[in-house]
């Protein structure tokens, strides 16, 4: 198990300028990551209702196991990823030896306000790299190199975080973009459609009933839900 861990969480903030003329957006990309590790297990692995407070991308680079989350069930095998999102509690459990590449992250998109990244892009539980797959492991390879480095090379490692993401969406995408179990959304994801609305008619008065009434919540809990 080696696992390099940071004081403080690699965060980095990327400003970015969609378009131009009238249709020119303005947005960041804000970027937190935690923990790059390689875990061998070379016996039987069981892990109980195991959370992070943050979004896993675990790459299963040998073995085989079973993942529960919740109602769910799935078999995973070599040159899949499993997209755990925050506080979600999972099982893991294999007969085999295995070898898991995992990281433990954030990232938000942010234009009027934060939104979780992979809430807009709902990958489901487990993602088959494909051809993907060389690429993965050496962008992961660069990620956990650089990631151990000083200030200049955390710049680079950041970087690799956010490929690792779009090769993982990219998959997620070529497998027809099979949607996240609704069981396994955060309790935030009900509003991602809410606050696009939102952000949409920052020039219009918008009232609280009005919101409410968009996600089904009663205008006295709307403030608190939200």
Known sequence: ??????????????????????SEREFTFHVRLHHVRKAVHPTIWDLRQWREPTW???YVEQGNLTLRAREWTQSVTEGM???HPPYIPYDEYSTVP???WFVTFDAQWEQAVPRDFLM??????????????????????KLYEYSEGETPQLWRA?????????????AWEAE??????????LPSGRFIELVSYMESHLSNELSMSELADRVGVHP???????
Do not use: N
């Not at 807009?120 to 390879?141: H, I, K, M, N």
């Not at 027809?176 to 959304?185: I, M, T, Y």
């Not at 006295?220 to 939200?226: L, N, V």
């Open 120 to 141: 807009r892009f709902p990958v489901s539980l487990t993602v088959a790299l494909g051809e993907r797959r060389d690429e993965y492991r050496q962008v992961f390879q």
């Open 81 to 83: 990823v499993m997209v």
């Open 220 to 226: 006295h809990s709307f403030s608190q839900a939200f």
């Open 158 to 170: 950041a970087l690799q975080l956010l490929r690792l993401i779009d090769l993982t969406i990219e």
């Open 176 to 185: 027809g973009a099979p949607p996240r179990p609704k069981g396994l959304d």
């Open 98 to 100: 295995c070898e898991h």
């Open 1 to 22: 198990d080696d696992a390099p861990h940071y004081p403080e969480p690699v965060e980095r903030r990327y400003p970015l300028r969609v378009g131009s003329g009238a």
């Open 56 to 58: 896993v991308l675990s």
